[in-house]
């Protein structure tokens, strides 16, 4: 259901578009784009790519509608006064977008709020691949007044040693990147342990 909806969101512009366009050579350019924006967010929902999804949806919720403005101004360069019809067409498709943006706005601003709280751990993701001859023997997470970091114990299957398998990992220190553009401003922090016995990953968030 949850897809449904996310897909339904993603091409929505595209198909008001398809209801006040009058010319053709605008009307496919513009369509065309939101068609390519509507593609490139449904890879973020889906994961084909990595980015982070409540940004990618306001931002694409915000540039959505000032194309389709862009492309209402082109075409009123060419063309005679829109029917009263087209005009309420119009109107319709402002309210819609506007509502979308509205909600896409509180939702996002709700999610800042969450994340703010630090109760969830960085994702399995935030760790980096694990090279050949490398495998993980557990994960999980624990929480704190730090917030909340995620924890897996890593071994060799070729008989490297504990620093080889850091180094191997690249992680010899920390490092952190950003997790997000705009919603999400914290920094995801990777980096390895060596306890001894065995060799240790984690994630933790950064403020």
């Given at each position: 259901?949850?897809?449904?909806?996310?897909i339904?969101?993603?091409?929505?512009?595209?198909?008001?578009?398809?209801?006040?366009?009058?010319?053709?050579?605008?009307?496919?350019?513009?369509?065309?784009?939101?068609?390519?924006?509507?593609?490139?967010l449904i890879?973020?929902?889906?994961?084909?790519?990595?980015?982070?999804?409540?940004?990618?949806?306001?931002?694409?919720?915000a540039?959505?509608?000032?194309?389709?403005?862009?492309?209402?101004?082109l075409?009123?360069?060419?063309?005679?006064?829109?029917?009263?019809?087209?005009?309420?067409?119009?109107?319709g498709?402002?309210?819609?977008?506007?509502?979308?943006?509205?909600?896409?706005?509180v939702?996002?601003?709700?999610?800042?709020?969450?994340?703010?709280?630090?109760?969830?751990?960085?994702?399995?993701?935030?760790?980096?691949?694990?090279?050949?001859?490398?495998?993980?023997?557990n994960?999980?997470?624990?929480?704190?007044?730090?917030g909340?970091?995620?924890a897996?114990?890593?071994?060799?299957?070729?008989?490297?040693?504990?620093?080889?398998?850091?180094r191997?990992?690249?992680?010899?220190?920390?490092?952190?990147?950003?997790?997000?553009?705009?919603?999400?401003?914290?920094?995801?922090?990777?980096?390895?342990?060596?306890?001894?016995e065995?060799?240790?990953?984690?994630?933790?968030?950064?403020?």
């Amino acid at each position: 259901m949850l897809i449904v909806l996310g897909i339904l969101f993603a091409v929505a512009p595209a198909v008001i578009w398809m209801t006040i366009a009058r010319t053709r050579p605008v009307g496919f350019a513009i369509g065309g784009t939101l068609l390519a924006g509507a593609s490139l967010l449904i890879s973020v929902q889906r994961g084909w790519i990595d980015a982070p999804r409540p940004d990618a949806h306001l931002v694409f919720t915000a540039l959505a509608p000032l194309l389709i403005a862009c492309g209402t101004g082109l075409e009123g360069r060419h063309e005679n006064s829109p029917s009263p019809e087209w005009t309420s067409r119009r109107k319709g498709a402002i309210g819609f977008l506007g509502t979308q943006f509205a909600l896409t706005l509180v939702v996002g601003l709700l999610y800042a709020l969450m994340i703010s709280e630090g109760s969830e751990a960085p994702p399995s993701k935030a760790f980096p691949s694990l090279p050949p001859g490398i495998s993980m023997v557990n994960e999980g997470t624990s929480c704190g007044s730090g917030g909340c970091s995620r924890a897996a114990t890593v071994t060799s299957e070729d008989g490297m040693s504990r620093p080889e398998i850091i180094r191997e990992l690249g992680l010899q220190q920390e490092s952190c990147r950003s997790s997000g553009w705009l919603l999400d401003w914290r920094d995801v922090c990777v980096g390895a342990r060596d306890n001894g016995e065995n060799v240790t990953i984690y994630a933790s968030w950064g403020y």
